[in-house]
């Protein structure tokens, strides 16, 4: 079955922060068994080109106008420097849509200020770079309570991770999906954490 992933891309887009993510859903190397690599599908405010933290130029695919959640299985945030900028509302009452309909929704770093902006975070358990920082940033912020901190947080279809979590974001997103077997996520995951050779050789018997 094809799966297509919304990921939303905007001028200072983190690049580091996603490059895990969208390398295992767009090549599909260690998917299950008949499940296919996902259509990445870049969104911006509109579809001019964005240039990336990295320097790196993007011209979207289509616009937040264009997007409609009845046909993606999940919408991507990456971090940024520009989240707190009215800019990228539209983008986040598309993620308010997303969660109420089901459809993921993955914000890290910055991102994650953008949902907490406009209350996405005050009722469902989440984590950001820092609870004080988020709270100093976003005064309206009323989910202190739902707050941990730790390096990805899944509550339900929302994931949210810090940007020094990369890798934790890119595994959560992964079960979320359930495009990998339990065996194939905890030997990938263990090898880009540990750098160990037997979980390169796990990981591929884990494919087999």
Not at 34 to 48: F, N, R, S, Y
Not at 127 to 146: F, I, R
Request: negative net charge.
């Amino acid at each position: 079955m094809n799966r297509t992933i919304y990921l939303y891309v905007c001028d200072t887009m983190a690049d580091w922060e996603i490059g895990y993510l969208t390398a295992e859903l767009n090549t599909g190397r260690y998917f299950k068994k008949g499940i296919t690599p996902c259509k990445v599908v870049t969104v911006g405010v509109d579809t001019t080109p964005v240039t990336t933290m990295g320097g790196l130029k993007i011209l979207p695919n289509i616009s937040v106008a264009e997007c409609d959640i009845k046909s993606t299985d999940a919408l991507i945030l990456p971090g940024g420097d520009t989240w707190l900028d009215s800019i990228h509302d539209p983008i986040i009452k598309k993620a308010e849509q997303c969660i109420k309909e089901n459809v993921i929704v993955a914000a890290i770093c910055g991102a994650t200020m953008g949902l907490a902006k406009l209350g996405l975070l005050d009722s469902r358990y989440h984590t950001s770079n820092d609870l004080g920082y988020l709270k100093m940033v976003c005064p309206d912020y009323q989910g202190e309570a739902y707050y941990k901190n730790d390096p990805a947080v899944t509550d339900g279809n929302l994931i949210t991770a810090m940007g020094v979590a990369p890798l934790e974001f890119t595994a959560a997103v992964l079960k979320a999906l359930a495009v990998f077997s339990p065996e194939t996520l905890d030997a990938w995951y263990q090898l880009y954490q540990t750098h160990e050779s037997e979980y390169f050789y796990a990981l591929m018997n884990s494919i087999q």
